[in-house]
């Protein structure tokens, strides 16, 4: 029987050797097991990083449609565009080149009245039968005549009258008042003396700013009663030349009767 057993000798070593590389196998999937990492079963999925953020900026304020500078967004709604050039002011008044003409007013049934010397370009106002007013042609000077003083008074009583209306002018400021005598220069009263009474002083006008005034009373001779009135008004600067047009018709002054 040496055949048989070596049969079953072969058999049972066969056997034995696959159970053997069984048994490592297993081995080796429990140890593979064994090393691999475990991992938290309830944990989200891996979804990759976050995407990034915008970067933020400090905030600005909103830029306006037109955001050029304006240079004349100060500029008063009346004001002169700066492409126009500049009004030129006015230098003082002067007598300069000044001429004078003749010029007379009164009652128009006789014709006869005042009569006096007048800057030739000033415009002739007609205020009443013997007053009147005359204008340059700038409008910046203004002189005025009267040639009947309301009813008969002495010059003194007049100016104190003239004072207390002024007083209540905006800003009225009495600059002088003079005393003083002239003689007559036109023929009809030759021989004749002025005797006069000058307040010169200043007020404001709304629209013209600072107002300069030399107004004069005159009587003639030793009458007791003011003859007649004169008003050179303008700015202060231009007060040497309006004292000049106040004398001239001062002295060239006439009346008829």
Do not use: C
Not at 211 to 226: C, E, G, P
Request: proline letters at 11%; charged letters at 20%.
């Amino acid at each position: 029987m040496p055949r048989s057993i070596s049969l079953l000798t072969g058999r049972s070593q066969l056997r034995l050797a696959l159970a053997a590389v069984a048994g490592l196998l297993t081995v080796g999937a429990v140890a593979g097991l064994l090393l691999v990492p475990r991992t938290n079963s309830t944990a989200a999925p891996e979804t990759g990083p976050p995407p990034a953020q915008p970067s933020r900026t400090p905030s600005q304020p909103p830029r306006p449609a037109d955001s050029t500078p304006r240079a004349d967004s100060t500029r008063p709604a009346d004001s002169t565009p700066s492409a126009q050039p500049a009004r030129r002011a006015e230098p003082p008044l002067t007598t300069t080149g000044l001429s004078y003409a003749v010029r007379s007013w009164g009652d128009p049934k006789t014709e006869l009245g005042v009569i006096v010397p007048i800057p030739s370009t000033w415009t002739t106002t007609r205020l009443s039968t013997f007053e009147s007013r005359f204008t340059s042609p700038n409008g910046l000077w203004t002189l005025r005549v009267n040639g009947v003083i309301g009813t008969p008074q002495p010059r003194a009583a007049v100016v104190t009258k003239k004072l207390g209306e002024l007083r209540a002018a905006p800003d009225f400021r009495l600059l002088s008042r003079t005393e003083g005598s002239v003689k007559a220069a036109n023929p009809v009263f030759a021989g004749s003396t002025f005797h006069q009474t000058t307040l010169t002083y200043t007020h404001t006008d709304p629209a013209r700013g600072t107002r300069l005034v030399v107004n004069r009373f005159v009587t003639i001779d030793d009458a007791t009663s003011t003859a007649f009135e004169v008003a050179a008004a303008g700015r202060p600067q231009d007060l040497p030349a309006l004292q000049a047009i106040t004398d001239k018709v001062t002295t060239g002054y006439a009346r008829v009767p």
